[in-house]
């Protein structure tokens, strides 16, 4: 019944070594996004595709990066994880830039 | 109980009584708005949204009341159950790039 799937639910990597993180949805949404949230605060955008448009936020550092091969899948690449970079890692969908947004259950990334 | 918006990050409930959550929003081109409940590890959970062209949207046990005049939201938990137990953040939706604005987040804590 999952609709918006992350994988992995937990996930470690090493100070410098890239990690990939996927979401993969059922809902056939033209739109896909990816927010990190850090403790106690709320989601922060790093990035949507509306459709195969990649649109970037401004503040979101290079080492972040995104790619979706098809309408149900979307990963999140970090090139090179440092310790600030650990958070817990969302996925969300939506229709349209107008309707409400499917969140899956994240990602929780830790550095060491 | 009663939050009022982001002075007051926490609120304690007794099981059964009726929780208000307040939000204050920046844009006053903001013209969809959404209550998102998030429990501790998972995804913000849609809960109830509401148009700019309404004041007041009901759902299951949940209210959600808009004031446009002083850019104030609100959400109204009736009854108040443990499960209910969650960090509760408000979200906009404004701007050409139509991308959602999210409040700091209210921790709701139900007591039984």
């Not at chain 1, 056939?28 to 949230?37: D, K, R």
């Not at chain 1, 605060?41 to 401004?58: I, R, T, V």
Request: charged share 15%; aromatic share 10%; proline share 4%.
């Amino acid at each position: 019944d999952a609709m918006v799937i992350q994988n992995p639910r937990y996930q470690v990597t090493q100070f410098g070594k890239p990690v990939t993180l996927s979401c993969s949805q059922t809902l056939n949404h033209n739109v896909m996004y990816w927010y990190q949230q850090k403790s106690s605060q709320a989601p922060k955008l790093l990035f949507h595709y509306y459709d195969k448009d990649f649109n970037n936020e401004a503040d979101t550092p290079d080492n972040f990066q995104s790619r979706r091969p098809n309408t149900s899948f979307c990963f999140l690449d970090i090139r090179s994880p440092g310790l600030g970079d650990a958070a817990m890692y969302l996925c969300a969908t939506s229709r349209g830039l107008l309707d409400g947004y499917t969140f899956g259950s994240g990602t929780r990334l830790t550095v060491v | 109980g009663e939050s009022v918006g982001l002075h007051l990050p926490t609120l304690s409930v007794q099981e059964g009584d009726n929780s208000i959550i307040n939000c204050a929003y920046s844009n006053s081109a903001s013209d969809y708005f959404i209550w998102y409940k998030q429990e501790s590890g998972k995804g913000p959970q849609f809960i109830i949204d509401i148009r700019s062209n309404m004041d007041k949207r009901q759902g299951q046990r949940v209210t959600v009341l808009l004031n446009k005049t002083v850019k104030h939201l609100s959400l109204q938990i009736a009854a108040t159950q443990p499960g209910d137990s969650a960090v509760y953040f408000c979200a906009e939706n404004a701007g050409n790039n139509r991308k959602l604005i999210w409040g700091l987040g209210t921790s709701l804590a139900v007591n039984p």
